[in-house]
């Protein structure tokens, strides 16, 4: 069964794919295979090797892009996001639509490269559950044309935290506005927004959030209540050992004694929570929280 963990990015879906496919019984696509993209690994030895990595520090970050598999000298196999193998092996539509993708956008021939994709690296690796790490747009459509029994959890993080990191990471391209970023254009509404804010680029950060946490919900209502799940960052880091039960419940998986030992080793960190607070300053935050409350409220985030 393939499960798909995803969100807009920078919402705390790495530290929940990771320690889930510490379970034995999990397959995915590791930073190995697409570093080396063009041998076109299989992943046979990805669970086990993950298992005998060490966890991941929430308090240091990767050098270069998440794709390396050293971790501040610390050398590490664990599920990546896989762009690079993905545009290689399936399209390069996976990885850089300006839009979402649906069930129209899954012609034939991209459908059968996708599945195959993916049944090929299950045969090899043997796991009765194959998780894939997404971000940005849910993609919920499209996978569901290949796999329409495909389970989804989504990961939500306060927008305020999302916009906040994002204005921090390398790839993020809204500084050059809107025209140059991953997202395509604003709507009507949006841009209007944005102008009004004086083009700040922490509200246009926040946009980006709620256009794609629009997305999430549109893909969810086409999706079967039973294939869905939805779980808050937050609450995973206040309470992991309930919110990663429920996820393992949710993906058909026994909490066995050997993943108790994983899920123990794990770290989890809630420190940057409220990070925000820190980076951003009153003015810009009182202009976010204007252009993202009323969905920010809808997801049980309080606002000034």
Known sequence: MLVVVFGTGRCGSTPIVEVVSRHREVGFVSNLDDKLNLLNLKGTWNNRLHRLSPPRDPKMRPFGDRRKLVEL???????AE??????RQVAPIISAP???LGA??????????FRNFFERRMAAQRRDVFIQHLTGWPRAGFIRAAFPE?????????GRAVANSWLQMGWWRGYQGPEAWHLGPLSPEASQEWEDS???????????????IESFERARAEVPASHWMQVRYEDVVAEPRRYIRDIVD??????????????AAYPFEAGRVQGFRRDLDPASLHQLEGAIGTTLRAYGYETS
């Open 82 to 87: 896989a762009w690079k193998i993905l545009d």
């Open 198 to 212: 004086g083009r700040s680029f922490v509200v246009l950060a926040g946009l980006g959030w709620k256009m794609l």
């Open 250 to 263: 949710f993906i058909g998986l026994r909490w066995t004694d050997e993943f108790e030992r994983e899920f």
């Open 98 to 100: 300006f839009r979402d």
């Open 104 to 113: 129209e956008d899954a012609t034939p021939w991209l459908q059968g490269r």
């Open 73 to 79: 000298g610390r050398f590490r196999i664990a599920p």
């Open 150 to 158: 495909a389970r989804f959890v989504h990961v939500v993080r306060d």
